[in-house]
């Protein structure tokens, strides 16, 4: 079973840049989440999708980030316009189903933003 | 607001030995408790996951125990090796609302296991 595929894994752009991060589940799990992990610290959750309703975007910075979820299966993470404080890597997971089930991490999407 | 704390946040041991890392969180309405391991530069790998209704939880050298009214869990390490080495997260999972479900994550311990 393949597991969950983020790409791409390394990102340089300059502030003021856009920039979108695509991430797809593990197949078969409705439940897909992105993540910002600092260094040093955990991660912490920035939006989470049930099938295609972001049921929890609380700690998302609308102002510049968006999310999609089309049919239920991949999602897009975009940030626009791109600050230095960004820089940070990007964690999607999925799980079959939210609260109760083993979420599963992809490699994550390094961004530095210069 | 939940809050994990993990305590160390660097162990260094000598290959052999048994170890336990602490996680520690302040709201115990929690679903569950997972821990992750993570290699540098790679995404988190699930280790075990305790349901709030669980007390431990083994796979192999790793056992994981819950105590959900005091707020701690530990993982306990036997015989370490240096494949090992990593860092290891301590997770909860949230209950309330629409939150529920969402991973509280904790810094991290990072483990180095020398030969």
């Known amino acids: 079973e393949a597991g969950v595929v983020q790409s791409p894994r390394y990102k340089i752009i300059e502030k003021k840049q856009p920039v979108a991060f695509w991430c797809n589940p593990i197949s078969g799990h409705n439940t897909l989440y992105w993540y910002l992990q600092n260094l040093g610290q955990g991660p912490e959750l920035l939006i989470r999708y049930e099938n295609e309703e972001a049921v929890d975007d609380s700690q998302l910075p609308k102002d510049r980030f968006s999310a999609e979820r089309l049919k239920g299966v991949d999602s897009t993470l975009k940030i626009q316009p791109a600050e230095l404080g960004d820089s940070a890597v990007y964690l999607c997971?999925?799980?079959?189903?939210?609260?109760?089930?083993?979420?599963?991490f992809g490699p994550g999407t390094r961004l530095t933003v210069l | 607001k939940q809050e994990v704390t993990q305590i160390p946040a660097a162990l260094s041991v000598p290959e052999g030995e048994n170890l336990v890392l602490n996680c520690s969180f302040t709201?115990?309405?929690?679903?569950?408790l997972q821990w992750f391991r993570q290699d540098p530069g790679k995404g988190l790998t699930s280790l075990l996951l305790i349901q709030s209704s669980q007390r431990e939880q083994t796979s192999g050298r790793l056992n994981a125990s819950l105590d959900k009214s005091s707020g701690r869990s530990t993982l306990y390490i036997a015989a370490s090796q240096p494949g090992d080495s990593a860092t290891y997260l301590c997770?909860?999972?949230?209950?309330?609302?629409?939150?529920?479900?969402?991973?509280?994550f904790g810094k991290g311990t990072k483990l180095s296991v020398k030969p």
């Open positions: 997770a909860v999972s949230k209950v309330y609302g629409g939150s529920q479900g969402n991973l509280i």
């Open positions: 709201d115990s309405a929690i679903y569950n």
């Open positions: 997971a999925s799980s079959r189903e939210a609260g109760t089930d083993t979420q599963y």
